[in-house]
């Protein structure tokens, strides 16, 4: 089997094109201080241009209003406007924006397509996914104790949620609630829309985090749902589809972070590699020091095997479909999170004092690096889950080691060279 990541030179033009607007726009952006709306402002330029360029919203098929790249280009995308943590609003693939206009992509009826995914493509809303709660579900969603119930033509909602990303400045919500409170575990749940200004809807804040997402608005959103009505149309695909769905919006969801992860630990390696050339200590450059020499080498393999680790997952989802990806994808979700975080670790290390400071992009890649390892399944459950897939059904390759008793196999060994040594004799 070959894979092939390489694409044509129309393509390389356009990543050329992102790197160079990735470095001149977004990157002197970094350092802004300003509200949500006048962030949002500023941007409509960038955004522009980049739907200009037809790099807008690339993670949806032409069919579905995207601009249809396929995974591995748009791994290649990703990975340069994932460099900046304002790339992927810039280029309208923001989580977790991206994710839902997905589902609604998938599973939405040509009315909800209408009223939701379309303006949400066109940039002119923002959107939630309202899954994990509080005090019951989160790693393991069939705890989820929030609800929904058919009351006429409307739904009820009723339930305690947190992190739902982007919660307080939504124009709607996706949650995700029990319906059918006797069905199985994993059949119980449902995807329903709520419009951020329903009633009985409580944004109570964003959540203080090591991350500082209040900047711009931007956050994770402890919401209470009260007895919020919202039309039984607002339903996402069938009643008890809530896990399905999820998976389908998880899997190649997970997998663009990953792919946005590259382009952070890159960035981050470039400035490990440009410190340590620079920066004198001992008598010599730090590059010329043997630990700063294994951090850039340790970096460099890791990131190449995290490259192609998440490049190999994306041609399984374009060749064989998300389904057929569950095991590389979870296995670069977690392994790809613990790169990002070394190498921007060392990063800073390198730069002492300097990478601390807010003065360097670093200290805020780092904070936000610690998240990956919890959101959209911490790594535990990945591993369990490569795990588990493995070992299904796992048969060892034949004749890998002999189960035979050990002084057994070592007297037939003895055997076979006493003979073979006895051939080799009579052959001289
Ligand atoms: C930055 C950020 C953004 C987020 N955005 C959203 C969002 O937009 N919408 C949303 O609904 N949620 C969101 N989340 C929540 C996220 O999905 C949950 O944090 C995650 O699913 C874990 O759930 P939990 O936090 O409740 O941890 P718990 O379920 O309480 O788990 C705690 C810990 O237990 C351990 N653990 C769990 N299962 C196993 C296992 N099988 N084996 C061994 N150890 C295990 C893990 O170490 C795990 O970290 C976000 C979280 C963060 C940090």
């Known amino acids: 089997m070959t894979w092939d990541f390489s694409t044509e030179p129309e ?4 990543l050329e094109w992102m790197r160079a607007f990735m470095r001149d726009e977004v990157y002197p952006l970094e350092v802004l201080e300003a509200d949500e709306a006048g962030f949002m402002r500023a941007i409509r330029p960038l955004q522009q241009e980049v739907k200009q360029q037809k790099l807008w919203a690339t993670h949806l098929p032409p069919e579905l209003g995207g601009q249809g790249y396929g995974q591995v280009k748009l791994g290649l ?6 460099a900046s943590m304002w790339g992927p609003i810039i280029f309208g693939n923001q989580a977790p924006d991206s994710g839902n206009s997905e589902v609604l ?7 909800q397509k209408k009223r939701w995914l379309h303006p949400l493509l066109e940039g002119k809303m923002r959107s939630a996914f309202s899954m994990t709660e509080p005090n019951t579900a989160g790693s393991d969603p069939t705890l989820l104790s929030s609800t929904a119930v058919l009351d ?9 949620k947190w992190f739902s990303s982007n919660g307080m400045i939504a124009d709607f919500l996706i949650a995700m609630v029990v319906t059918e409170p006797d069905a199985g575990p994993y059949q119980r749940a449902s995807m329903i829309l709520v419009p951020g200004d329903a009633p009985g809807l409580k944004k109570l804040r964003n959540i203080p985090t090591m991350g500082g997402h209040e900047r711009f608005g931007y956050g994770h959103a ?3 749902y009260e007895n919020v009505r919202v039309p039984a149309d607002n339903l996402i695909g069938k009643r008890g589809h809530g896990f399905l769905i999820a998976q389908a919006r998880l899997g190649p969801g997970r997998i663009h972070h990953c792919m946005r992860w590259l382009g952070q630990a ?3 390696f470039d400035m490990l590699c440009e410190r340590s050339l620079q920066r004198e200590a001992f008598g010599k450059k730090l590059a010329s020091h043997e630990t700063v020499q294994n951090w850039i080498a340790d970096s460099a393999a890791e990131m190449e095997a995290a490259r192609l680790m998440t490049l190999h997952a994306a041609w399984v989802i374009d060749t064989a479909g998300a389904a057929a990806a ?3 994808i979870s296995l670069i979700k977690f392994f790809g999170a613990k790169v990002l975080h070394d190498v921007i670790d060392r990063a800073i290390q390198v730069h002492g004092s300097l990478g601390y400071s807010s003065d360097l992009p670093l200290e805020e890649m780092y904070r936000h690096a610690r998240a990956a390892r919890m959101y959209d399944g ?5 591993r369990v889950s490569v795990a588990r897939q493995i070992l299904t059904g796992y048969q060892a390759p034949p004749g890998i080691w002999p189960r035979e008793h050990v002084p057994t196999r070592r007297e037939a060994a003895r055997r076979k060279f006493a003979s073979l040594l006895e051939a080799a004799v009579a052959d001289a």
């Open 378 to 382: 911490p790594d535990e459950v990945h």
């Open 11 to 14: 393509f390389e033009a356009k």
């Open 326 to 328: 569950r095991k590389e």
């Open 266 to 268: 890159r960035r981050a």
């Open 77 to 82: 995308m990703h990975e340069i406007e994932g």
């Open 105 to 111: 992509a998938h599973f939405g009826t040509e009315a």
């Open 222 to 224: 402890e919401i209470l």
């Open 152 to 160: 006429g033509d409307e739904w009820v909602i009723n339930g305690h």
